[in-house]
């Protein structure tokens, strides 16, 4: 290997999220997780204000992706520890 690409810094990489969650198998979980029987009614969200990024972003509008998977994470988790205990 030469050595100019053993001896660097590290560096990161991207992953093409925004994809992955329009069209790709990511997207079952933005339709799910985020849809309106899910999130929605925990009352921990402005179900407009998501509504308006979710449905922005899988019609293709530049709406950050990571906003969108912080939601997506953000469900994971409240399924999770918060379902079932009064929340």
């Not at 799910?32 to 972003?57: E, M, Y």
């Not at 469900?75 to 009064?86: C, D, I, P, S, V």
């Amino acid at each position: 290997m030469p050595r100019h690409l053993i001896d660097r810094p590290k560096q990161g990489f991207g992953i093409p999220l925004a994809s992955w969650m329009r069209n790709g198998r990511l997207n079952v979980y933005v339709r799910d997780l985020l849809s309106r029987d899910s999130l929605w009614g925990s009352g921990l969200v402005d179900p407009v204000t998501l509504k308006r990024a979710v449905d922005g972003f899988l019609s293709g509008a530049r709406v950050d992706p990571h906003r969108i998977w912080l939601f997506v994470a953000f469900e994971f988790w409240r399924r999770k520890w918060l379902q079932g205990q009064g929340a």
